[in-house]
T-cell receptor, first 114, second 116 residues
Framework: DTAVSQTPKYLVTQMGNDKSIKCEQN?????MYWYKQDSKKFLKIMFS???????INETVPNRFSPKSPDKAHLNLHINSLELGDSAVYFCASSQAGLRNQPQHFGDGTRLSIL | AQTVTQSQPEMSVQEAETVTLSCTYDTSESNYYLFWYKQPPSRQMILVIR??????QNATENRFSVNFQKAAKSFSLKISDSQLGDTAMYFCAFMKRTGGSEKLVFGKGTKLTVNP
């Protein structure tokens, strides 16, 4: 009965490869997010989707392409992986317009580039 | 631009004692929301407490409470009767509205260690 689930939890791959991280939420929320947590634990938003539409794109390289097939899913595809992409990626969801409601986070995906 | 500052990179406290984590923020908005999230070694992001800026009363959740000083733009977290399970990174966050969505702007975190 996990609210926000991400797969995989760990991803180890070579530089230059293409990889995807999947996210699903069963909370009925209409907004989903991707955050990146770097090696210093700093969390920063990357993307936000509301009802399958891109709302926030925080100057993320074009190699990162989010895709939302429906409002319960937001996947992150990364092309030509670079060493600097090593981080923990968190998916989150919330109900837009209810600002007092917190964002619910997945457990994160640790991406390691060799 | 909204910024969130946590000035204490690391703190430690003895079990059963009280500790306060500081957070200041900068915004031109009059109504907004603030949160504290906890990230234990398991990596999960867990909501600890939230505060709405228009509410003068400080939020409280069991052993966790905040000292919200709107004029000073300060939002500190007090943990009473600290427990070993409180050991974690604590992130202060400001919810910023952007278009039809909101995003969380996080501070850099405070690593709290509770010692037995």
């Amino acid at each position: 009965d996990t609210a926000v689930s991400q797969t995989p939890k760990y991803l180890v791959t070579q530089m230059g490869n293409d990889k995807s991280i999947k996210c699903e939420q069963n909370l009925g929320h209409d907004t989903m997010y991707w955050y990146k947590q770097d090696s210093k634990k700093f969390l920063k938003i990357m993307f936000s989707y509301n009802n399958k539409e891109l709302i926030i794109n925080e100057t993320v390289p074009n190699r990162f392409s989010p895709k939302s097939p429906d409002k319960a899913h937001l996947n992150l595809h990364i092309n030509s992986l670079e060493l600097g992409d090593s981080a923990v990626y968190f998916c989150a969801s919330s109900q837009a317009g209810l600002r007092n409601q917190p964002q619910h986070f997945g457990d994160g995906t640790r991406l390691s580039i060799l | 631009a909204q910024t969130v500052t946590q000035s204490q990179p690391e703190m430690s406290v003895q079990e059963a004692e009280t500790v306060t984590l500081s957070c200041t923020y900068d915004t031109s908005e009059s109504n907004y929301y603030l949160f504290w999230y906890k990230q234990p070694p398991s990596r999960q992001m867990i909501l600890v407490i939230r505060q709405e800026a228009y509410k003068q009363q400080n939020a409280t959740e069991n052993r966790f409470s905040v000292n919200f000083q709107k004029a000073a733009k300060s939002f500190s977290l007090k943990i009473s009767d600290s427990q070993l399970g409180d050991t974690a990174m604590y992130f202060c966050a400001f919810m910023k509205r952007t278009g039809g969505s909101e995003k969380l702007v996080f501070g850099k975190g405070t690593k709290l260690t509770v010692n037995p």
